[in-house]
């Protein structure tokens, strides 16, 4: 495993190199990678079920949540009442009833919100 030292630039958490490795335990090896993913800053609710995202990195853009709505915990934001309290929580999002996202899905699954 090859570890280089971190450093703070204007408040931030800055990597020199990049940090690999593999972890091992009895059940599995995990790959991790110092990449960071943008933080989310901002979050609203539009009653398509969409959510309007801002992130650190000046980036923002749409993650539409009517895919999984219909699955596993998701189905207890299916309410718009319920759904619209979705707020900024760390460097993600999460919602009142106990739900959050992971930032790398968010990032992943955003659309870029280009105005024409």
């Known amino acids: 495993m090859v570890k280089t030292a971190s450093r703070r630039i204007d408040g931030k958490l800055e990597f020199g190199n990049e940090w690999r490795g593999t972890i ?3 059940t599995t090896s995990i790959r991790k990678s110092n990449y960071m993913y943008p933080s989310v800053k901002k979050v609203d609710a539009h009653e398509d079920y969409t959510l309007s995202i801002v992130f650190d990195n000046g980036k923002n853009g ?3 949540m009517n895919p999984i709505l219909d699955f596993g915990v998701f189905q207890r934001i299916k309410d718009y009442s319920k759904f619209k309290r979705v707020r900024v929580a760390f460097d993600t999002i999460e919602w009142d009833c106990g739900i959050d ?5 968010i990032y992943a699954k955003y659309k870029l919100n280009i105005l024409a």
Do not use: G, H, R
């Not at 996202?101 to 899905?105: A, S």
């Open 24 to 26: 091992k335990n009895s």
């Open 62 to 64: 749409i993650l539409d």
């Open 101 to 105: 996202l992971d930032p790398e899905f």
